[in-house]
């Protein structure tokens, strides 16, 4: 008897968890269950979990605690989509509040970064010294009273040296110089970064 093979089937992702910890650098989870087992020696599953960086800057409380941090927090501009809806209860609505885009220079790099090869985090390894990369601020990151985000380098002249860290792995930071500001990015994807 010849059986078909069949391919694993996995459902769509769901919506990203919430960051375990308020106001640290913490990781954010979704995930997928599988529909239909391979059988026959079918296409297998492919991951059933991905994780992200994530940072919530307001406490339970509501109160903003983005003050604390004081070198700017990046993860992957991939996560962008998913987080406005997520943030949209608290923002009265997207086009009240527009996001800015900075570019920024990178000078300096931790060999972490490099080293860094867990499915979620490897946009890191991306980091370059010398590379201009394009940094996005939007609402849920923004201090609600400043419409600014932390460490956005927005009192510093070219010359400052700033600091940046990215979520998911606290070993992975650097300094860059602030370039300008925009209204929109516009760097290659890989370059292309939100502050959390």
């Known amino acids: 008897h010849c059986f078909a093979a069949l391919p694993c089937i996995v459902g769509e992702w769901s919506h990203w968890s919430g960051c375990a910890e308020q106001c640290q650098p913490d990781l954010r989870i979704r995930r997928r269950y599988v529909q239909q087992e391979p059988k026959n020696g079918g296409e297998p599953c492919p991951a059933l979990e991905e994780k992200a960086g994530c940072l919530e800057y307001l406490t339970y409380q509501g109160e903003d605690c983005g003050h604390e941090h004081v070198p700017a927090f990046i993860t992957t501009s991939e996560y962008s989509k998913e987080r406005r809806q997520a943030a949209s209860s608290l923002w009265p609505s997207d086009k009240d509040i527009a996001g800015y885009c900075v570019e920024f220079k990178t000078e300096s790099l931790s060999h972490h970064c490099a080293l860094e090869n867990r499915p979620y985090a490897r946009w890191m390894q991306y980091l370059r010294e ?10 849920p990151a923004m201090n609600i009273d400043t419409h600014r985000c932390s460490g956005d380098g927005h009192n510093a002249d070219g ?38």
């Open 130 to 139: 010398g590379h201009t990369v394009c940094v996005t601020c939007q609402p």
């Open 159 to 196: 010359g400052k040296i700033l600091h940046w860290e990215a979520v998911g792995n606290s070993q992975c930071q650097g300094t860059w110089k602030k370039i300008r500001q925009l209204e929109h990015c516009s760097c290659p994807l890989v370059h292309s970064f939100i502050f959390t």
